[in-house]
């Protein structure tokens, strides 16, 4: 299995990709803790996986803290933190959109990676190895109208990825990142606006394999780059997009 031993942090774990990738992880031998603001779904897949839950605000420095003293104390050490969570704005012209939708996009898109690696990445470089991967979008590369304070979020995802990555790979870490098309998760009726048959075939329309992404594509990409098989890979923003960004 290619993650025996391993033990792994994933935000927004609870569902959609993030409960796809925690599975992935546990079937490829990690131990997996499940973090999530919906305590009810962490503890659910946390039970099913055999591994631990953790109800925390990622956008919160104290439950960021509280979540990490968990983790080292639980799993004795972190060897992969996936950045995970993510909200979005629902589809409206960039100069509309609420001050208080702003910021709640970039503190969970954006303040928690910051926060957590605060939090981890002193313990990362004590270990001397350790692997972020944070999940990004397509939004970042090729951004779609009306969505722009999100799309601007996970562009700077992207970026941070990069930067993270080569600051850090020195100390033995390795960060990269995610960029799925729109998938079938909770997310998927916000940024349509509507969730009907008439938007789906939209959104399809601009993905040249014609399906959406799965938890399940996510999970295989996710466990691919926190393997030992990509050891060599690192400030890489990986596209699982059906073709959508070529």
Do not use: Q
């Given at each position: 299995m290619r993650l025996e031993g391993k033990t792994a942090i994933v935000t927004g774990g609870?569902?959609?990709?993030?409960?796809?990738?925690?599975?992935?992880?546990?079937?490829?031998?990690?131990?997996?803790?499940?973090?999530?603001?919906?305590?009810?779904?962490?503890?659910?897949?946390?039970?099913?996986l055999n591994g631990l839950a953790?109800?925390?605000?990622?956008?919160?420095?104290?439950?960021?803290?509280?979540?990490?003293?968990?983790?080292?104390?639980?799993?004795?050490?972190?060897?992969?933190?996936?950045?995970?969570?993510g909200v979005t704005h629902l589809p409206t012209p960039l100069e509309e959109v609420s001050e208080d939708d702003f910021d709640r996009v970039f503190a969970v898109n954006c303040k928690s990676i910051y926060l957590f690696a605060q939090a981890l990445v002193p313990h990362m470089k004590r270990n001397g190895r350790g692997n972020i991967l944070n999940v990004a979008s397509t939004a970042g590369l090729s951004p779609r109208p009306r969505l722009n304070w999100y799309n601007a979020s996970k562009g700077w995802v992207i970026t941070a990825t990069k930067a993270m990555a080569v600051e850090l790979a020195p100390a033995g870490l390795r960060v990269n990142a995610l960029c799925p098309v729109a998938g079938e998760t909770?997310?998927?009726?916000?940024?349509?606006?509507?969730?009907?048959?008439?938007?789906?075939?939209?959104?399809?329309?601009?993905?040249?394999?014609?399906?959406?992404?799965?938890?399940?594509?996510?999970?295989?990409?996710?466990?691919?780059?926190?393997?030992d098989e990509a050891s060599m890979i690192t400030g890489v923003a990986m596209e699982v997009d059906g073709g959508r960004c070529i």
């Open positions: 609870a569902s959609g990709f993030g409960a796809g990738i925690a599975r992935k992880f546990a079937a490829e031998g990690a131990r997996v803790l499940v973090v999530d603001i919906n305590k009810t779904g962490a503890d659910a897949l946390a039970a099913e953790f109800a925390a605000n990622g956008a919160d420095k104290a439950s960021v803290g509280a979540l990490v003293d968990f983790a080292l104390e639980r799993l004795g050490r972190v060897d992969i933190l996936v950045n995970n969570a909770p997310l998927l009726a916000s940024f349509m606006g509507e969730d009907t048959p008439e938007m789906r075939a939209k959104f399809l329309s601009t993905i040249p394999l014609g399906r959406f992404s799965t938890p399940e594509d996510m999970g295989n990409a996710a466990c691919y780059l926190c393997s």
